[in-house]
């Protein structure tokens, strides 16, 4: 069993920074992949960007050259970090992690960017 915890959503202005972080714990100790995922009203939930145990990083089009994407092996946790917000990325961002080819998620937290 695999528990997430994330933290670091809020409000920001159009144009700030925010920093999203999720924790792994529990009896799993490596992860193929950590990762978050977003979900905006009305929309279907999306990938955001993904990291592998190798530190090869995959980034959406849609946030890329703003978002990026670092994870810790030691601690087994994954950040995100957002500069440049715009409305467009308000949505609920959900940590994702994958071993053994069985995926977790956490429950997610609240990103809204609005003036």
């Known amino acids: 069993q695999v528990q997430l915890e994330e933290s670091g959503g809020g409000l920001v202005q159009p144009g700030g920074s925010l920093r999203l972080s999720c924790l792994a714990s529990?009896?799993?100790?490596?992860?193929?992949?950590m990762g978050w995922y977003r979900q905006a009203p009305g929309k279907q939930r999306e990938l955001v960007a993904i990291?592998?145990?190798?530190?090869?990083?995959f980034i959406s089009g849609s946030v890329k050259g703003r978002f990026t994407v670092s994870r810790d092996n030691a601690k087994n946790e994954v950040n995100l970090h957002m500069s440049g917000l715009k409305s467009e990325d308000t949505a609920v961002y959900y940590c994702?992690?994958?071993?053994?080819?069985?995926?977790?998620w956490g429950q997610g937290t609240q990103v809204t960017v609005s003036s």
């Open positions: 994702n992690v994958i071993s053994g080819g069985h995926g977790y």
């Open positions: 529990g009896s799993v100790f490596s992860f193929d992949t």
């Open positions: 990291v592998k145990s190798d530190n090869t990083a």
